[in-house]
């Protein structure tokens, strides 16, 4: 009897694990309305296969993705005028695991709406005006594997009080910001880091190895 009931466990799980087709192509079909490109990636959860790439997005982009709740990925090259108003949008796609900004204007208010993206995996962030404050409100973000700090010069040792919270973090980003060797070790809570870039950064090469040394599984750092 109990090897029927794991069974029975087993196959609800399975079908549970089905992609839903007719809400991919409706989620297809509302990212080709707000203009941008659609695919599916089997690399994102069953229940939002569909990424979604964007040459330039608003708050009307990501509002128009509300019902869309198969995108798991939104890639937006220029998302400079996307206010905090476009990213509260994103809470409603309760699968999203990836979001992707080439380029934007992020404020506090910003931040907090992005943070309001419970389960995202991959954080791309880089070149948006940054700040520690701005920085704060990513710390709600539990989940996060990767994440891309890049170009945002006015990022600090103090920010990484922020970063330090986030212990799923298995890639992290902090090219061209003003991090120091002070920064570079509140780090070492991430023991699960794997690759790590502090390029053109205020790192010097002895703290970079000396943190090499105390981090059992990062395998790579730029500097």
Same mark, same amino acid.
């Given at each position: 009897?109990?090897?029927? #009931? ?80 476009? #990213? ?122 000396? #943190? ?12």
């Amino acid at each position: 009897m109990r090897s029927c #009931f794991v069974l029975a466990l087993a196959c609800c799980a399975a079908a549970r694990a089905q992609p839903d087709e007719s809400a991919e192509k409706a989620a297809i079909a509302a990212v080709e309305r707000a203009g941008g490109k659609a695919a599916l990636d089997d690399k994102l959860p069953a229940a939002a296969r569909v990424s979604a790439k964007f040459d330039r997005a608003t708050d009307a982009t990501f509002a128009a993705l509300k019902k869309a709740t198969a995108v798991g990925a939104i890639d937006a090259f220029d998302a400079t005028l996307c206010t905090e108003k476009g #990213f509260a949008a994103l809470k409603e796609l309760p699968h999203l695991h990836k979001l992707m900004l080439g380029k934007s204007r992020l404020s506090l208010a910003s931040t907090k709406a992005i943070a309001e993206c419970g389960q995202l995996r991959t954080l791309y962030v880089a070149r948006s005006g940054l700040t520690d404050a701005e920085l704060a409100p990513l710390k709600k973000l539990v989940f996060l594997e990767a994440l891309d700090l890049g170009e945002n010069p006015q990022l600090t040792d103090k920010g990484m009080a922020t970063v330090k919270e986030l212990e799923r973090l298995r890639a992290l980003e902090l090219g061209r910001t003003a991090i120091t060797d002070k920064g570079l070790f509140e780090l070492q809570g991430l023991d699960g880091l794997r690759k790590l870039s502090v390029f053109e950064t205020k790192v010097t090469e002895a703290a970079a190895a000396k #943190f090499v040394d105390a981090m059992p599984n990062l395998r790579t750092i730029k500097r």
